[in-house]
Structures are given as C-alpha cells and as structure tokens.
C-alpha cells in the first residue's frame, strides 16, 4: 500500500475550513494509502507560542483527528516533536539547499512581514526544509495539500531530486494531491479571504468547537450581496459562493446541483440551509471529541504512532548519514 503523509500545525482551534480541506479529506484516504498523520508542533514555534496554549491546542488537535473518524488502526498519528530524526534530516537537507529557493518562498514573505518589529526567527525562513524532512522521512508516496503549500512540496521534490542525484537513489519522489476546495473555504465576513484558524475577529471563522448556536448565527450573518439569485460566482458573489462551497462540500455534491437545489430559494432559505447542514455535520463530532478529550485514548494512540514512526525514521537517518559520511567510519 502507498503512504501518504500530512500534519496540521497546532496554532489555532481548528476551523471548518480545515475539516474539508484537510480531515474530512484524510479520513476519505485513510482507506486508500498507509497513512502518517502527525501534529506538527516543531512547525508551530516558528512563529512565537504560548506554552501552555501550545500544549492545549495540540491535545485538542489529536483529540479532533480521532472525533472526526481517523482511524488509529489505519492511521499512526504521533507528535512531530517526539521523534529527533525530523530535525537530523532536516539539518542535512539544509546543507543542500540553496538560499535563492528559500528566498522565494511566497509564505515566508508573508509571515516575515507580520513579524517584522518582533524579529524573524531562522526557523521560519528553513521551514520548508523541515517540511521537506517530514515528508522524505517515511519515503511517502503522496502529500495532500492546499494550494498555498503547494510551493512546500515543490522544494521538497527537487532537494530529493538533488541528493539522488549526488549521493545515489536515496529518497522516494512524492506527488501532490491538491485539496483545492478546502483552500476556497472563507471567512464569512470577508469572503475575499480564507477562513484562518488564527483570525483576530471570530465573526468570520467557525470553529470546530464553536457552540451551536453560534455557528448559526455566524452562518445567518455572513456577508452575501444585494442579488437574490444562488449562483456561484466567486468574483461578483464571493459570499454566496463560500457558501455554496461551504454546502457542496459537506453534503458531497457539486457546484451545480448546489445551485440547482437552491434555485427557487432566496438568501435567508439558503443560509438556514447551510447552518442546519453545518451544525449536523459538528455536533456528532463534537459530542465525540467531548468523550475522548479527557479519556487515556489520546496518549494511548499517540504512545502507539511513535513507537512505529520512530524506527522508521532513524533507519531512514541512518542510511542518509551513512551516503554522506556522517558517523564513525
């Protein structure tokens, strides 16, 4: 069977633009490839943390994975930070990697101008590479991503692509699945950006855990526009169009039997709609997620995807030391 491999960074209470473009995704592969899913807390401190935030976040993270329907049996889910063989590699694929590529990273130009007055830590700018070591760690076949870190993959391929051919067939190409739609999902109140787990205004975001209520309030006071037609549009209508997106995408139709379905409704029908559709879709997980947060499951599964993620990386290590002369001779 294929691997695939993925993390989501624990910086923020999970959004629904992260359970369709990232979960409800991995709980669809699960089932097609041997999956590493992990919590990629080195990532998160590339940018400044709060300790004990940090430590909240990513329990609740791990706890949303399992709520959601990933499945221990079929996925190892482990923290990044437990196993040292990310950094070993990431160290090594630093020392083939060129300044020029680092520096048209579009993400890091991005995050280094928000943080301009604080100061740029280096780990932000090596990023990339660390994700690159993440992936070319277990030899995964496929890496699902949103278009923004599509460019992250890139790199990766072509620092596997450079070590192969210096040292010898040593790491496994990946391919990039693109979870598109999941990129698409915006903000509510500012459908011309995406949903962001860290958005300073909650209006716009609905949070996995957000109350019920809430998330149908948010949903009845999206911003939409003056039509009264439910066509998806994202240019003239990018508020009607996130949310028929928001729709499609939970109940696993298309674009056009969205709009179809909807085409004798006017706005108010439509955003009922999608909150009674959102909030069917949450509250079993959340319910699920409430059972599992203060259970011994989390550290049970955990203690179980490192025991197996662990030997793999130091194999993987080991060779990769051993091609470029690292270690005793």
């Known amino acids: 069977m294929k691997k695939l491999i993925s993390g989501i960074k624990p910086t923020g209470q999970l959004t629904l633009g992260n359970y369709i473009g990232a979960i409800k995704q991995f709980v669809k592969l699960q089932n097609e490839y041997e999956s590493f899913i992990f919590v990629a807390d080195l ?4 940018t400044p943390q709060n300790k004990k935030q940090l430590q909240k976040l990513i329990k609740e993270l791990v706890a949303l994975y399992l709520a959601c329907g990933l499945d221990s049996s079929k996925n190892t889910i482990y923290l990044q930070s437990e196993n040292p063989y990310h950094a070993h590699l990431s160290w090594v694929l630093n020392c083939h990697t060129y300044l020029g590529e680092l520096n048209r990273m579009t993400q890091f130009k991005d995050k280094a101008a928000k943080l301009k007055k604080e100061g740029i830590p280096a780990g932000l700018y090596t990023y990339p590479v660390l994700m690159a070591s993440d992936i070319l760690l277990y030899d995964a076949d496929v890496v699902p991503v949103g278009d923004d870190q599509k460019q992250h993959v890139e790199i990766t391929r072509r620092l596997a692509e450079r070590f192969n051919n210096k040292y010898g067939s040593t790491f496994k190409i990946p391919d990039v699945i693109i979870t598109s739609t999941g990129a698409r999902i915006k903000d509510l109140q ?3 950006k995406k949903m962001d787990k860290s958005s300073v205004s909650d209006k716009g975001v ?4 957000d109350p019920i209520e ?3 309030q948010k949903i009845r006071r999206a911003v939409t526009d003056n039509d009264s037609i439910i066509k998806f549009d994202e240019k003239n209508k990018p508020g009607i169009s996130n949310l028929i997106n ?3 995408n939970l109940k696993d139709i298309s674009i056009k039997e969205t709009e179809e379905e909807f085409k004798k409704a006017n706005y108010g029908d439509f955003k009922e709609a999608v909150a009674n559709l959102v909030t069917e879709v949450l509250k079993p997980i959340q319910d699920k997620y409430h059972q599992i947060i203060n259970s011994n499951i989390i550290d049970d599964i955990l203690n179980q995807g490192i025991e197996k993620a662990l ?4 194999a993987k290590c080991e060779y990769v030391s051993k091609k470029i002369g690292l270690g005793r001779p």
């Open 190 to 192: 500012d459908p011309t």
């Open 43 to 46: 990532h998160a401190i590339t």
């Open 311 to 314: 030997p793999l990386a130091k």
């Open 246 to 248: 928001i729709y499609a």
């Open 206 to 209: 609905i949070l996995m855990l």
């Open 214 to 216: 809430s998330i149908k």
